[in-house]
């Protein structure tokens, strides 16, 4: 069984720019949570997706937003990238939202801000 | 929020030592894992443990979720044992994701 795949593994940018990080989780699981890792700052969560619809987001700016697909891929969008987004980020996906199960993570993507 | 604090923040053992990585949490969970993070910044599960014992190899976990802890424990540490060990909890729900503690950093000298 395939685990969670992340896309790209590293990302480069510059200040001002968008960057598009895309999770496909494990298959059958419905719910793809995001988390940032920054450097100092911890693993923080970032945003949930359920059903094709976000259930939650944690304290980041609205210029962090996402999508969840029908066949429950997700993307993690970032506008108007700044230095302090450099960070891995993390994806996770489970079975469901209600459904006490662990949460399985991705590789990450590692994104740097020039 | 719910708080996690993990103790010691940092930890050097020699090859073939034992050792015991705590956990403290602020709140009543129902998801408790266990995550070992390699150089790579690859998160690996370890556990899945919101209460009771496992043993999986050398590596134990045990959650007592009425006194709110958590402990992990690795005998005869290996060099590949090295890396950041995180714990992180779930409240009811899962609206919030989980919430990670600042894990330990365990360093195997050969």
């Known amino acids: 069984e395939a685990g969670v795949t992340q896309s790209p593994t590293h990302l480069i940018k510059t200040r001002g720019q968008q960057a598009t990080l895309r999770c496909s989780p494990i298959?059958?699981?419905?719910?793809v949570y995001w988390y940032q890792q920054a450097l100092g700052l911890g693993l923080q969560f970032l945003l949930w997706?359920?059903?094709?619809?976000?259930?939650n987001r944690g304290n980041f700016p609205p210029r962090f937003s996402g999508r969840q697909f029908p066949n429950y891929s997700s993307e993690l969008n970032v506008n108007a990238l700044e230095l302090e987004d450099s960070a891995l980020y993390l994806c996770a996906s489970s079975l469901g939202s209600y459904s006490n199960q662990p949460q399985h993570f991705g590789d990450g993507t590692r994104l740097s801000i020039l | 929020g719910i708080q996690v604090e993990q103790s010691p923040p940092d930890l050097i053992l020699q090859e073939g030592a034992n050792s015991t990585l705590r956990c403290n949490f602020s709140?009543?969970?129902?998801?408790l894992q266990w995550f070992h993070q390699n150089p790579w910044g690859q998160l690996i599960n370890l556990f899945y443990i919101p209460s009771g014992t496992k043993q999986n190899g050398r590596l134990s976990a045990t959650t007592v979720a009425t006194e709110r802890y958590s402990l992990l424990y690795i005998s005869s540490s290996q060099t590949t044992d090295s890396g950041v060990y995180f714990c992180?909890?779930?409240?009811?729900?899962?609206?919030?994701?989980?919430?990670f503690g600042k894990g330990t950093h365990l360093i195997i000298q050969p």
């Open positions: 997706y359920d059903e094709g619809e976000e259930r």
């Open positions: 298959s059958g699981h419905t719910s």
């Open positions: 709140d009543s969970v129902n998801n």
């Open positions: 992180a909890v779930e409240v009811a729900g899962g609206a919030d994701g989980l919430t």
